[in-house]
């Protein structure tokens, strides 16, 4: 069964520090890897974009990773800031099914002063 | 500027009304998509569709409808069928070639009394 899991659920830090999240998957063929950022009452919006022969990404604070040999991706935030709270989304294509994006639950950021 | 406007954000209804909520996009994408969102968990395909006049069901489209007449537009209509209609909504769109990166509209929230 093709699967997304995100963790952990919710994370609490201060503003300034690094965190790191995780997600792992079971969608085979794989065809590519989304992060997404979604504040609250908002629509999501794509941070990387991460293809089978990319192992690493940048977007500015940003960096993901891609280890598609144990199907797991993370997402590190480097000094963190007030504005990084929010709901960070795995997204997960299978190749050959262009319509079926499998997504995580989301991680629930806290940034505190 | 391109993107993807959904309305209004906010809604409320009373049990056993159908509402329509609207979602257009001005970035030539051939695909759309309905999802919806609730709390802990990842968003739920409703209905897709890939070309004018042409949609097809996701996961959950029990108590919903949709149009395409148009390549920018892709309403959806809560119908009094649907048992628990009170929830965010997300349109989204994407190109039917590359890595289909999603891009998301604003959302909207549905509330039914």
């Known amino acids: 069964k093709n699967q997304v899991e995100q963790s952990p659920q919710s994370l609490i830090i201060l503003e300034g520090k690094n965190c790191t999240l995780q997600?792992?998957?079971?969608?085979?063929?794989?065809?590519?890897l989304r992060w997404y950022k979604q504040d609250t009452g908002r629509g999501p919006v794509s941070l990387t974009i991460?293809?089978?022969?990319?192992n690493t990404k940048s977007n500015g604070r940003y960096t993901a990773t891609l280890d598609a040999d144990t199907k797991q991706s993370s997402l590190h935030i480097t000094a963190s800031q007030l504005s990084d709270s929010a709901s960070y989304i795995c997204?997960?294509?299978?190749?050959?099914?262009?319509?079926?994006?499998?997504f995580g639950s989301g991680t629930k950021l806290n940034v505190k002063p | 500027d391109g993107g993807i406007t959904q309305s209004p954000k906010y809604l409320f209804r009373k049990e056993g009304q159908n509402v329509t909520l609207s979602c257009e996009q001005n970035?030539?994408?051939?695909?759309m998509y309905w999802y919806r969102q609730d709390p802990g968990q990842g968003l739920r395909l409703i209905y897709y569709?890939?070309?004018?006049?042409?949609?097809q069901k996701g996961d959950i489209a029990e108590g919903y409808s949709v149009s395409r007449e148009k390549k920018e537009s892709f309403p959806l209509t809560v119908t009094s069928a649907q048992k628990n209609p009170t929830a965010f909504y997300l349109c989204?769109?994407?190109?039917?070639?590359?890595?289909?990166?999603?891009?998301f509209g604003p959302g909207t929230r549905l509330t039914v009394t």
């Open positions: 989204a769109s994407s190109e039917m070639a590359g890595p289909y990166e999603q891009y």
């Open positions: 997600c792992n998957y079971t969608v085979s063929p794989f065809s590519n």
């Open positions: 991460m293809t089978f022969s990319e």
């Open positions: 997204v997960v294509s299978a190749l050959y099914n262009f319509n079926k994006f499998y």
């Open positions: 970035l030539n994408h051939d695909a």
């Open positions: 569709s890939q070309i004018v006049n042409d949609f």
